[in-house]
Structure formats: structure tokens, C-alpha cells
């Protein structure tokens, strides 16, 4: 199992601006600096968050993004799930473009299902909140004060 970058970049988004000072805004182009992501990327993760109700963004010269809810309150599987659009892991995952003639019969569809629900029911077990036990080595590496 992959995540596409698009994921990874919206959880970065997410632990960034959840290592903040409270009160204090993150913005997309400190973002971009940090981790070396396209701003206009950025841009569409941070849409698709803000849609998602997981961050604020708040326009204006002093505007920025902030978390819509506590950190405790963002389930990681959850996060996954939303940013992520295609669990079909092999080609019999998807009913109309299955042409292997060996799926009424293989057994391997169903190992996979399998471990895929034990994939995501291992992230649905964290927040995160989890992820920031160590927020001051994160702010530290994120270059945060």
C-alpha cells in the first residue's frame, strides 16, 4: 500500500499547522519553504482541507490557516480516507475494469481486502494528537521558534 504524495503532503500540512504557538497562524508559503512542496500545490491540499473542515484559512494580509478542530479531534484514518481516492489495489478491486479471468476463483482479492481494513483500522487508531508527542523536536526541525 502507497499513499499518493498528495496525502503525505495534506498530513504535513496538518502537523505544521498543529505545531504552532497557539494563536499563532501557519500561511502556504512557510509551508512550502519547510518541505519543499509547490505553493500552487499547497494551495489545492489546503482547499480540499478547508472543505473537509479540518483547517480554517483566514484571508486578508494578516490571514493564514489554523486547525478547525483540536488536534485530538482529527483522526488520522479518517484523514487518509478523504485524501485518498483509489483503494482498488489490483485490477479485481474494480468491478468494471476487471478482466482477469482468474477472479472467480482467486483467493488473493480477499487477502488483500483484508489487509487493507487492517491498514486503515491501525490509523483510525491515532489523532493527531498522536503525532505531536514530540512537537518541540518537530518545531525544531520545521525551523519553528
Same mark, same amino acid.
Given at each position: 500500500?502507497? =499513499?499518493?504524495k498528495y496525502t503525505d503532503y495534506a498530513l504535513r500540512v496538518l502537523i505544521f499547522t498543529a505545531s504552532k504557538q497557539e494563536g499563532e497562524l501557519a500561511n502556504k508559503k512557510e509551508i512550502s519553504q519547510v518541505f519543499h512542496i509547490s505553493e500552487n500545490h499547497l494551495g489545492k491540499i489546503i482547499h480540499e482541507l478547508n472543505k473537509l473542515? =479540518?483547517?480554517e484559512t483566514l484571508r486578508g494580509r494578516s490571514g493564514g490557516i489554523r486547525l478547525a478542530k483540536t488536534?485530538?479531534?482529527i483522526n488520522i484514518g479518517q484523514v487518509v480516507r478523504a485524501m485518498e481516492d483509489d483503494f482498488h489495489l489490483l485490477e479485481c478491486f474494480h468491478c468494471a475494469t476487471n478482466y482477469c479471468v482468474i477472479t472467480p476463483a482467486c483467493r488473493l482479492k480477499g487477502v488483500l481486502h483484508e489487509a487493507l481494513r487492517a491498514f486503515l483500522s491501525v490509523l483510525d487508531k491515532y489523532t493527531l494528537e498522536d503525532l505531536l508527542t514530540n512537537k518541540q523536536e518537530l518545531r525544531e526541525l520545521m525551523g519553528l521558534k
Open positions: 500500500m502507497r =499513499l499518493k473542515e =479540518l483547517i488536534p485530538a479531534d
